[in-house]
């Protein structure tokens, strides 16, 4: 086909591994925008990947960059190690909710706080998809998952932690905003977010984390387009999305 | 007269989410129900024309399956 | 370069300096602080990486980010922050690249106390993290064997991409004495044919720990024990004192070995024919060299600030040829050498025999003085 009549194709930042994720999931979406912005910033080859523990811990086999994979939430605490002996070149983590809001808490929140150079890509479908749809730090109240059965009753296990607005009142973070993969024009928002969020890395303005509201079909029992609907009708009203934190030096990018 | 356009969804990742059916803005496609990929999908296709070209089926496929093409448009030159 | 006074934990800390050390990722804990303190300041100078995390588990974490880059890159702790950090060091060993952890030992189990001790001999030694992997260990008895063992420590994790501890008791970390620190060597990277540091110009690289098909697993445990296998046969150190004619033999490492070296020498002002062998290597432990003295020993003491861990290697090397008798000081407890010349008297007097256990009868005799 004549590549004038081209209008988009998939990343060549992709390798040709077909993902594992289920059918209708948005870790592929993200992981898609993460590749296409990556490709734009022509920062392939100096890229090197932090992968979590959860469903994206094969994230490593999907990016055409260097990647390591990390124990359980510490992708933050690997990301710094790589970063400050190779400040030249572009180093994200990727990871779920249970991986940066539960076991890994204290590594985020300290990455935030000392201003790392790194871009975080934060997926939250509101449980643990990998180990089979636990209650996460972001299961909403009242959501049945297999380890609240009947529902998360905030009396024992807690509310909703709001990660974007927690890490939005450290000094050491530069960018941090909530965006959704649930339509294309939130979808176009979300990659604008994570073009931001790696320019703001390139240009050493602090910590950068772009929050994703995401899908977990498989887990929630619906099909992927109601799950869709379930982010625009439930999840959007618990974590809203918005920017928590440009700071006026980034304001100044201009994409 | 509106743009015309056409799609390629490879076998290789299509798992027949069908994410971009819904979101199709001109209802175009569907799952092929009479073909299976290696890994056992119905892909998605499009099944009638009217695809423009829009690329919205590839910006919400969680696989980067679709490839989406436009008939180039020709600047017709404007008589003086 | 001429001796200087150095105290324990900051020669420690210069001496990885000098090897090229270029980034340490470390966390305040009695009795390591001076090290993490020294690199606070001395990093920077030299335009290397110094992070103070937020956890033992977060230090261990950026260690294994750095390591995988392929530069020298270090932390240190003290027993309840080496615990913390023995998942990182799984994963480390998992992923077969060089990393150095120091281990300035505390009397413990639990908080315990601030207190030399070497009672994390088995965490080093056998593992601690999960999984089965092997790692090396050294044991320096002074400030200048301290400094002598950094180099040595980067060098052997590289060579084998394997975990380096360096264990020393917090007497060693604090103790102040005249040593001879190397030159300061300018950093070359190696650019190791493993190493993630992005992919200009070749292909991508991954690494990981995870090996999801068990047969890969198997293969990948497999080839760590082949590599084992060539740290065994060429990496094995240890001191000989007066093992010559030795008929009795002292083992211990650390500041146990250097008590016993004094209650040696004594021993033999009085005519006693003994000897010390003290690891440097408890892992790869001398078992060739022990076996060999076991050879032309009458009966062997171990002396350790533990309750018997290296003990278990020496009995595996002896296998009961002749009787091993054991004296330990726990729980922060340094021995005084006059204890050590005390039990040197009791190998001597020809009434011990082979026991399986040599703990049940210094446990009777260290209750009954109490």
């Known amino acids: ?255 | 007269m509106a743009v015309k356009g056409w799609i390629e969804v490879s076998d290789t990742y299509c798992k027949g989410c069908e994410l971009c059916i819904s979101a199709c803005p001109q209802g175009v496609m569907e799952l092929d129900m009479a073909r299976l990929t290696p890994k056992g999908y119905h892909p998605a296709h499009t099944f009638k024309e009217g695809c423009t070209g829009c690329a919205i089926c590839a910006i919400v496929c969680p696989d980067a399956a679709i490839t989406v093409f436009r008939e180039t448009t020709k600047a017709v030159p404007v008589p003086a | 370069m001429p001796k200087e006074l150095w105290k324990g934990n900051e020669a420690i800390a210069e001496a990885a300096v000098r090897a090229g050390l270029e980034a340490y990722f470390g966390y305040p804990i009695t009795p390591q602080t001076e090290i993490l303190e020294f690199l606070s300041r001395r990093m920077p100078e030299l335009g290397r990486s110094f992070v103070q995390a937020e956890s033992e588990l977060g230090a261990i974490n950026m260690v294994y980010g750095a390591a995988c880059t392929g530069v020298r890159v270090m932390s240190s702790s003290s027993s309840p922050g080496v615990s913390l950090m023995m998942e990182g060091l799984s994963y480390i060993a998992g992923t077969e690249i060089p990393a150095v952890l120091v281990n300035v030992m505390r009397g413990g189990p639990g908080l315990g106390n601030i207190a030399p001790a070497q009672s994390d001999y088995n965490q080093a030694v056998r593992g601690g993290g999960h999984g089965d992997y092997p790692r090396i260990v050294l044991a320096p008895a002074s400030v200048q064997e301290a400094i002598d063992l950094m180099g040595l420590s980067f060098d052997l994790a590289e060579k084998y991409r394997m975990i380096t501890m360096v264990i020393l008791d917090g007497s060693v970390g604090q103790m102040m004495e005249p040593a001879e620190m190397p030159a300061l060597k300018e950093i070359h990277r190696k650019g190791f044919d493993w190493a993630t540091d992005g992919a200009m110009n070749r292909e991508r690289r991954i690494l990981s720990s995870i090996y999801l098909n068990p047969y890969d697993e198997e293969k990948t445990n497999l080839r760590l024990l082949k590599r084992w296998k060539d740290v065994q046969a060429s990496e094995v150190r240890y001191k000989e004192y007066f093992l010559e004619d030795a008929k009795y033999i002292v083992i211990g490492f650390g500041t146990a070995g250097r008590v016993a070296l004094s209650a040696v020498r004594e021993a033999r002002a009085q005519g006693i024919k003994v000897g010390l062998l003290r690891p440097i290597t408890v892992s790869p432990f001398p078992h060739e060299v022990l076996d060999q003295l076991t050879g032309q020993a009458e009966a062997i003491l171990v002396t350790e600030m533990n309750m018997g861990q290296m003990l278990d290697d020496v009995l595996l090397t002896v296998r009961g040829r002749v009787p091993v008798e054991f004296y330990g000081r726990p729980g922060g407890v340094v021995p005084f050498h006059d204890e050590i010349l005390n039990e040197i008297h009791r190998l001597t007097s020809g009434t011990l025999a082979v026991r399986t256990d040599p703990r049940e009868s210094w446990l009777t005799r260290m209750t009954a003085a109490s």
């Open chain 1, 1 to 255: 086909m004549a590549t004038e009549n081209l209008v988009y194709e998939r990343p060549e930042a992709f390798t040709e591994m077909p993902t594992h994720y289920c059918p209708g999931c948005t870790h592929g979406v993200a992981h898609r925008l993460v590749a296409e912005v990556l490709e734009e910033m022509g920062v392939v080859n100096k890229t090197i990947g932090v992968a979590p523990v959860g469903c994206a811990v094969f994230a490593y086999n999907y990016f055409d960059t260097d990647f390591v994979e990390a124990p359980h939430g510490r992708a933050p605490a690997m990301a710094t190690g790589i970063k400050r002996v190779l400040p030249d070149r572009v180093v994200f983590t990727y990871q779920g909710d249970g991986d940066l809001a539960s076991i890994g808490m204290g590594e985020i929140v300290h990455a935030a706080a000392r201003g790392e150079n790194i871009t975080v890509i934060f997926i939250n479908n509101a449980n643990y998809g990998m180990t089979g749809g636990q209650m996460a730090p972001t299961t909403l109240p009242g959501m049945k998952t297999t380890s609240s059965p009947n529902g998360r009753d905030v009396e024992t296990q807690g509310y909703p932690i709001k990660m974007s607005e927690m890490l939005s009142t450290l000094e050491g973070t530069g960018y941090c905003v909530r965006r959704s993969l649930h339509d294309p024009k939130n979808i176009r928002l979300a990659k604008k977010a994570i073009r931001t969020a790696f320019e703001t890395q390139v240009r050493g303005l602090g910590f950068a984390m772009v929050e994703l509201l995401s899908t977990c079909p498989t887990n929630w029992g619906m099909t992927p387009v109601n799950s869709l609907k379930f982010v625009e009708e439930h999840m959007i009203p618990a974590f809203p999305l918005g920017d928590y934190k440009i700071s006026d030096a980034i304001k100044q990018i201009k994409i």
